[in-house]
């Protein structure tokens, strides 16, 4: 690998590393003050911010050096892409920051960029040439795009979190509790495969399968955690591996659904380790951080960065796309699941906004929209990309 | 229709709430509300004014907000529906839908297929769904668009205080402001960009109203676009062919009227290489095996210049030539040649030896044609080959004892030769298929020895033309202004009143009111104007009732 890959790799990891210490260093800025100071900015959150800041140019430093030895933006594999996402999610904070001046969102989306940055780098991360369909310059500007619309309303997702980890009553079980548990658990899992996948990985876990396809030809398939489920007809060749406790049909990728059944499970044993331990909700663990936070404010914010987030996905991933799209593949648009799930998510925040401003859909409400937005987001990043396979299917 | 007019003589349509000039309440329910719905300025909204016949009823219907929700909500999960399973036009080509979906995905498949989801988003309720939007979106817009201009257009600066009053942002005090006080406050909103109007000691100050307009200029981009995607129905504005050309074939470009042909001179595909390409690559090619390069048909393109003479042979007039690339489509006219797919190594030509059999000796080669075959090859000194027989695409032997062919394409040929030689004049016959030979009227002493083949590349072109792509783009466009109008900036109004010695201040933004106001704080901080506080704080803002 060159010199140059070598960098971009070390840039991002300076980047996690800013990030994380400038999640401490937010956290330090929401901690109640002794001297009844009003909270706001001070120097924790001053810190924080520059922190960030340095964090956000290493890894525009990844972006442009791996851009520079590629030959192309790097936003051709879900690797790519994903980290991209992460840069924009923390380019969003940033402008939100400097347009709020909230620290508690620090604490809360610097996580998630962390979260991130860390499940992408999960996938293959090597520098791959573009095939024919993906060498036009339309690839950068729509993915680029796509991603900075989904990190703005990203924030709306955080914004809105906080809003609920604020406002629900953590003193009795009820539906939003468990709502916010699930999305906390949510976080939670994707933590979940970062720890499995790793782990099996440096223990060198390797179980290679003969199976039949959906085309019904003859396939080979390594798969890198026990397999619970196995491909179909599939025949375990590797020696002293797991034998997979069920077969799925043909048209299921088994090796992906083991890896969502591994990633949930583990999430599942961190969540109730994490239960257990403190004795409470994920929720309220984490409802200190938000004690000082002005509800009304996150609410504003959260729409904020949908009024902000929603023309530029638009752009990116409605127009570029369509533009692309015709140049590409001769048609603007052609149905395919990604392509669907774009205007889903659009019309999604269409609703929003609708509800909203002609229907007074206000707070909670509005928070709890915020959260399904992000989880068509996700949903399209991550399960379209895995599970169904289109012509945008990365792997 | 009955008008309204209001106290302050301003007469206003019917139906109106808030007098469109000093704010009054007109209808005994405004007049009870604790904060004015001020979402369209209390102006009268058709839908909210007439119910009484069936255009009334539809109108009503379409110019819901609540049903327009209700539609985008519905369309978001019609179009969820589609992407379980993959839409007919995704599944390959050599299987029917009727069986593919059962046989692929069992029984889920079945009913997916049987309830037509498998063609969900060409099927008629899917674009009826589409279709309502449309008509809510025009409907909607109109309904509030031509009231709200009239309300903003005729408010006048001084509003009367029970108005002032049931705003959200409201303060007030005892006694009178100082003249120079308001001259400061005057300069520092001009700083912050707002118009200002004066009438007899009141102020308004206004900005941003232009963003009122942002979603219903969006809306027309929206109507404008759905617009030009019916209209590639219609006959002539759209055109999707697909041409298979040959290397070296020239043919008539579909759907151009024979007045457009192409030259396929060669199609070219090429891999990424190890060794050629930059070394940083060599991983991902080690990982993935082959990761393709470059499809490309080096074409000419050729114009037909009696076209309009006609049984006149085509006169082809070299229009250009070019390379067409995935992503970089060859354009003339309104068409656009797109590469589109391929199939390598079609067979051109094959090569045979007529050879004695016994004595291994070549007397002549024998080129044939697949797609041209002679009857006769002619090597002279007595030696002919005849074909009596070819059949293209072999498939065994019929019941009938004669050989079948499947297609016309040659995939794999076979031919009836009848060999003449000196020591035959009248032939002997022999059978060759690839890898097979027969001698069906007894054993011959020559034979056809197969010594070589010509291959070539087959290119698939998509011929497009779209002439509803300028209304779409159009229609986009308007749509990103106008979504940009409305949602990057805010319509914040600021007004200030002096009554029987009382001060009042008012204001209202359609969004984000923190904002506002952070903003008024800064700049009526330090004088002695109230700054006007939130009266609502957390409490939920009324609902649209319709
Ligand atoms: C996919 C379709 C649609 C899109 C993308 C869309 C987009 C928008 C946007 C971006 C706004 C501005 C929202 C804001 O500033 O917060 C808006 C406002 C609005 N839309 Fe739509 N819209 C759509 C369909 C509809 C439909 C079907 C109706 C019919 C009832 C409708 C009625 C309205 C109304 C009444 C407003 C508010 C205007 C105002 O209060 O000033 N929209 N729309």
Redesign the interface.
Known sequence: ??D??QWSGNLLYTSFILYLIATLLFGGAILPKKNGQKQGVNRWGKLGITITVLGFIAQLGYFFTRWA???HAPVSNLFEFITFFSMMLVGAFIIIYFLYKLPVLGVFALPVALVTIAYASMF?R????L???L??HWLSIHVTTVAAGEGILAISFIAGLIYLVKTIDQSKKSKQTFWLEAIMYGLIAVIGFVVITTSFRLAGYEAEFNYVN?EGQAASETFTLPAIVGPNEGELLTENRFEPIAEM???INAKKLNTVIWSLATGFVLYWLIRLLSRKRVGALVQPLVKNVN???MD?VS??AV??G??VF??GG??FA?IWA???W???WG???KE??A??TW??Y??FL??R????W??EKSAWLAVVGFVIIMFNLVA?NLV?A?LHSYA | MGKVKCECGHVNPHGTVLCESCGRALTEEAKKEKFHDM?YEGSARRSQTYNKTIVDKVWNFFSS??V??WL??L??IA??L??IF??E??IPNNVTADTYYED???IAGKIYYMLGFHDL?NSIWFIALVASIGVSLVICSLDRVIPLHRALKNQRVARHTTFMKKQRLFASREGTIEPQEIGKVKESLKESRYHIREEDGSLLAEKGRFSRWGPYVNHIGLIIFLIGAMLRSVEGMYV?ELLWIREGETLEIPGTDGEYYLKNEQFIMEN?DKEK?????S???E??GV?????QTDAILYRDENRDLPGAEPELVEVKKEDI???E?MKFDQF?L???GFSQNEMKAMEFMLTNKETQEAVGAVKIDLFNPKDVYDLGNGYKVELLGYYPDYDGIGKDGEPKTKSPVPNNPAFLFNLVSPEHPDGEVAFTAIRQTMEPMGETDYKMEFSNIETRDISAL?V?KDLT?WI?ALG?TI??IG??QG??WAHRRLWIRQVDGKVYVAAHTN?????LQRELDSIIEHTSIPSPEDQQ??E?????KN
Request: proline share 6%; no cysteine.
């Open positions: 690998m060159s140059l890959v030895a590629a030959g293959p090597e520098v791959s040439p095939i024919p369909a060498q036009s959906k049909p043909a048209f509800k009304d404010l504003e729409y904020r009024l902000i929603f023309p638009t752009l409605l127009i369509m015709q140049i590409a001769t048609r603007f149905w395919d699941p669907v799930w205007l889903i019309l999604f269409a609703a609708h509800l401003l002609s229907r007074g206000h707070g379209v169904i289109g | 979402r907000v609540k327009g929700v985008i909500v369309t978001l179009s969820s589609g992407t993959p839409q036009f995704y692929t995905y069992g988003y999707d990424y390409d930059s070394e940083v690559f991983e991902a090619i990982e993935n990761i393709a390069k470059n499809y690339r995935v992503n489509p656009a797109y590469q589109n998509t497009r792509l779409l986009g749509f990103m979504v940009i949602s990057f969004k984000n009111w923190h904002g704080a957390s939920q803002s009324g609902k649209e």
